[in-house]
């Protein structure tokens, strides 16, 4: 069955918040027939109560109140739909059912019915949203994403089965695009036995990905709050500006260093498929976007500054290094062993200096005993926090000369803990103290940019 081109759209959760902001999105999806299936978050705050939910120990006055801000949240949007009454026994029966989960998970806490619980939120907006566009007068119609992403049991950060996905999209999605606008969960899947799991971190972007990727789309737009990808946080300088359309590289380095707009894993998907990336604002998306493709008209030294703060850096100093072998293969065993993964790394003779992201919680206290008395049976250990990572990210840096010198020149007044370059041909990469963080950065800005 062949279909005219056609376009994957993901809409976050502030695009989703209220019944105005849906009246936007649908229009959106009405002011262009490509946009053929819809993948939606859920509405905003909700999933933040989900997550409460989905803890250990929750009271059941607490329980009760939860479930009551969630109807709440969505009946103040089904109030302006013609078909109010059956979404809202629609939202009602999932709300109990809801409620069932989360006493089961209060008296005994379980990885797979914290999923479950996650996952209530994109359940509730893709049926809403199906209605919102009916409203408009497009033919939209609520698909359980469940049937076709199929996962491994690995609650909370499950794995896409993708032979399933591409195989069970066919089948079961491709037919309805014929005639019908699709509205889908993002973030969620399904494993063997039935039950429900969710993707993690950036799952609903990633999610849309996958699809687009298992349907042969031929765009993706993800439409969240803001006018596309900047040169850097435009809450750090007002001389922060879009970008009009940068690589899937520059992307990928941006996603990966920082940039809260796109997770790194939703650039893959299209990165194989060489699916072209819109990402633009519903609030106003006459104002256009970015265009992250293959190939762009100019590929600059230098496109943007991300930063990523909360880094710790680890220093492993040994003059058993010296000449040796199998050290550092040491080094990473004990981090392998304690699922550690390293962000960068530099050496020299006999240290090396490793970097971590977003060390807080258990992690930060893993690094402080377990790991590091492991660690100091090799070799001597030091531990930094309050760190934050600074990334210049463009084209061809390692082979343009007078890199290095316009970034440290601009900031020589500040100290720079740990620099890594030559690696990619996208970033310069480094470390500064996290009370600094966004002066390195707007001055960097200013003198890069302006």
């Not at 695009?15 to 053929?36: E, P, T, W, Y």
């Not at 120990?57 to 109030?79: C, G, K, M, W, Y």
């Not at 690589?247 to 997770?263: D, P, R, V, W, Y």
């Amino acid at each position: 069955m062949s279909l005219l081109p056609f376009t994957v759209a993901k809409f976050g959760g502030t695009s989703l918040a209220d019944h105005q902001a849906m009246l936007r999105c649908a229009q959106i999806i009405k002011n262009d027939a490509s946009n053929k299936v819809v993948v939606v978050s859920a509405s905003s705050g909700v999933t933040n109560l989900l997550v409460r939910l989905s803890q250990k120990d929750v009271p059941q006055h607490e329980q009760l109140a939860i479930i009551s801000s969630i109807r709440a949240i969505q009946f103040n949007i089904t109030q302006h739909l013609a078909e109010e009454t059956q979404l809202n026994f629609q939202i009602d029966q999932l709300l109990n059912e809801l409620s069932e989960f989360s006493n089961a998970q209060s008296l005994n806490y379980c990885s797979r019915i914290a999923d479950a619980i996650l996952s209530f939120g994109e359940q509730m907006s893709s049926r809403i949203f199906a209605q919102v566009l009916k409203s408009v007068g497009v033919n939209g119609e609520m698909f359980d994403v469940r049937q076709v992403m199929k996962t491994n049991a690995v609650y909370g950060k499950a794995v896409v089965n993708l032979e399933l996905l591409a195989d069970n999209a066919q089948q079961s999605l491709t037919p309805l695009l014929v005639d019908k606008v699709i509205v889908t969960q993002g973030f969620i899947g399904q494993d063997e036995d039935g039950h429900t799991t969710t993707l993690g971190r950036g799952g609903s972007d990633y999610s849309a990905a996958l699809l687009a990727e298992a349907l042969h789309a031929d765009n993706l737009s993800i439409w969240t709050d803001v006018v596309g990808i900047f040169t850097t946080d435009p809450r750090i300088t007002e001389h922060a500006r879009a970008i009009k359309e940068i690589s899937f590289g520059e992307a990928a380095e941006m996603a990966t260093f920082g940039a809260k707009i796109l997770h790194p894993a939703t650039l893959i998907p299209a990165m194989r498929k060489n699916i072209p990336v819109f990402v633009g604002s519903s609030k106003e998306p006459e104002k256009g976007g970015t265009r992250i493709q293959q190939f762009v008209e100019s590929s600059p030294i230098y496109r943007s500054i991300a930063l990523r703060r909360e880094q710790t850096l680890v220093t492993v100093k040994s003059p058993a290094m010296l000449h040796a072998s199998g050290f550092l293969a040491q080094v990473f065993g004990i981090l392998a062993k304690h699922e550690l993964s390293v962000d960068l790394i530099t050496t020299s003779e006999i240290s090396v200096a490793l970097t971590f992201d977003n060390p807080t919680g258990s992690t930060q206290a893993l690094l402080n005993s377990t790991v590091v008395e492991e660690l100091e049976q090799l070799c001597e250990v030091t531990v930094e926090h309050g760190l934050s990572l600074i990334a210049v990210i463009g084209n061809k840096m390692h082979r343009s000369n007078g890199v290095g010198t316009s970034i440290f020149e601009t900031i020589s007044g500040i100290n720079v803990r740990m620099i890594c370059h030559g690696a990619s041909e996208h970033n310069l990469c480094f470390l500064v103290d996290e009370k600094q963080a966004n002066e390195t950065v707007e001055k960097l800005h200013n003198a890069l940019f302006s």
